[in-house]
């Protein structure tokens, strides 16, 4: 069965500084697919980026960036340049896809916390 | 602006009553999901169709949950009777069901609150 760890519960970073937020699975499948979604205090599930198993390349969308390390199982968040406005859950999920579109395994998701 | 929709988005209901939720996905989309989440255990995933027809539904008790897709447009997910423990968000989930291999994102609605009291 596939799992997903983020360590860390609370993260507190001053504004324009960048977060990493730490992520790990585990999975025995070789095809699957990394997700991260933002969870705002309205509640809302924002997906923010994606890194499929067999992408060469780390997955960029705007400000951010998922650091894919295929060998230690981790696909940490990256948030450059932090603004006020990313103040919220952020959670890790995964795919395992190997036969098709399947369900996401999830995070416990990490607080993030942007201060002025 | 194509959206998954989610209706109600409060309910609030005493035990023993029958909920329904509703979730419209985005046209085009042949994969929906529902998921559940609570303080305690986080987001887990309930039950999930393509095109259709319910792939896995083993995160769900059986006993008193059912989700349905009537049509293309419609899923639904009811709790009959339902119990104060089953209070949580629920949220619907649509993607266009591709492999890992590409991209499969899911887009969720905005939740539906439940609270039974």
């Known amino acids: 069965a596939q799992k997903i760890t983020q360590t860390q519960p609370g993260m507190f970073v001053q504004e324009k500084e960048a977060v990493t937020l730490d992520c790990t699975y585990d999975t025995s499948d070789p095809s699957y697919g990394l997700f991260w979604y933002k969870q705002p205090s309205s509640g809302e599930m924002i997906f923010l980026i994606y890194q499929g198993s067999y992408d060469q390349q780390n997955a960029t969308e705007g400000r951010y960036s998922l650091n894919f390390q295929k060998a230690r199982k981790s696909a940490n968040l990256v948030i450059s340049a932090s603004q006020l406005g990313d103040s919220a859950m952020y959670f890790c999920?995964?795919?395992?896809?190997?036969?098709?579109?399947?369900?996401?395994?999830f995070g416990k998701g990490t607080h993030l916390i942007i201060q002025p | 602006d194509a959206r998954v929709t989610q209706t109600p988005r409060h309910k609030v209901t005493e035990m023993g009553q029958e909920v329904t939720m509703r979730c419209q996905p985005i046209l085009g989309h042949n994969t929906v999901f529902w998921y559940r989440q609570t303080m305690m255990q986080g987001l887990e995933l309930l039950a999930y169709?393509?095109?259709?027809?319910?792939?896995?539904d083993s995160g769900m008790p059986k006993d008193r949950f059912s989700a349905e897709m009537p049509d293309a447009t419609l899923a639904t997910l009811k709790i009959q009777p339902s119990e104060p423990r089953d209070s949580a968000v629920y949220f619907c989930a649509s993607g266009r069901g591709l492999t890992a291999v590409a991209k499969n994102i899911q887009y969720f609605g905005a939740g539906t609150r439940l609270s039974v009291l």
């Open positions: 169709f393509r095109n259709r027809a319910p792939l896995d």
């Open positions: 999920a995964m795919e395992n896809s190997g036969g098709g579109a399947d369900g996401l395994t």
